[in-house]
């Protein structure tokens, strides 16, 4: 079973920095996709970004919810089946319990942007950021 550990979060100001990591066990980094989402009270779950990689073809992708673009940056480590958030410039519309997640299926990379299509979930680490 794959198994993924979120962690990192806190309780930051407006402008400053966290940075998550997501460490995924039961799971090999040959070809994955890996995407971190975030649920924020009364509000429904959405992706915020997702990586790719596959040792066979070279290729990778690191998408990003318009949101975040240009303050948010994923990357692995796939020596220590680990992805990470660095999360940068926060806003307290950033506040969100942010949960890393794995798809149930990986065709060529490609992120999927339902939640409901992935299978595999972190137990969520709270980010929040205050005025």
């Known amino acids: 079973d794959v198994q993924l550990q979120a962690s990192g979060g806190g309780l930051v100001q407006a402008g400053e920095s966290l940075r998550l990591s997501c460490v995924v066990s039961?799971?090999?980094?040959?070809?994955?996709?890996i995407a971190w989402f975030r649920q924020a009270p009364g509000k429904e779950r959405e992706g915020v970004s997702c990586?790719?990689?596959?040792?066979?073809?070279?290729?990778?992708?690191?998408i990003y919810a318009d949101s975040v673009k240009g303050r948010f940056t994923i990357s692995s480590d796939t020596a220590k089946n680990t992805v990470y958030l660095q999360m940068n410039s926060l806003k307290p519309e950033d506040t969100a319990v942010y949960y890393c997640?794995?798809?149930?299926?990986?065709?060529?990379?490609?992120?999927?942007?339902?939640?409901?299509?992935?299978?595999?979930w972190g137990q969520g680490t709270q980010v929040t950021v205050s005025s």
């Open positions: 990586i790719s990689g596959s040792i066979s073809t070279g290729r990778g992708r690191r």
């Open positions: 997640a794995v798809p149930g299926l990986y065709v060529d990379g490609i992120c999927p942007t339902g939640a409901h299509e992935y299978h595999s």
């Open positions: 039961g799971f090999t980094f040959d070809d994955y996709v």
